[in-house]
């Protein structure tokens, strides 16, 4: 998980606060190296800090939100999984 977040839920908020303050920079830094970032259904896909990087950077032009609202949480020791309606997110605790 990102250093801030001490919860699963908690690493959702801060994602939703990064794209609503359009904050890149922070928004990229969540990501771990060799993460998968992927949008739109999987159409805009991002592999790495470089290429992550350069999506959230646009993502962040753009008129995207996102919004924390994870309907079910599920954790497996160091490794939680994060489902909404239309996102599924994996964060491994650092």
């Not at 990087?53 to 954790?75: F, H, K, M, N």
């Amino acid at each position: 998980m990102s250093p801030g977040a001490r919860t699963p839920e908690e690493l959702e908020a801060l994602l939703e606060d990064a794209f609503l303050t359009r904050d890149a920079e922070a928004l990229s830094g969540m990501f771990a190296e060799g993460a998968v970032l992927a949008v739109g259904e999987g159409r805009d896909a991002a592999r790495g800090s470089e290429e992550i990087e350069r999506l959230t950077t646009a993502l962040c032009v753009g008129d995207r939100i996102y919004v924390a609202e994870p309907r079910r949480v599920v954790q497996a020791r160091d490794t939680a999984l994060l489902l909404a309606d239309r996102a599924i997110n994996v964060a491994p605790r650092k």
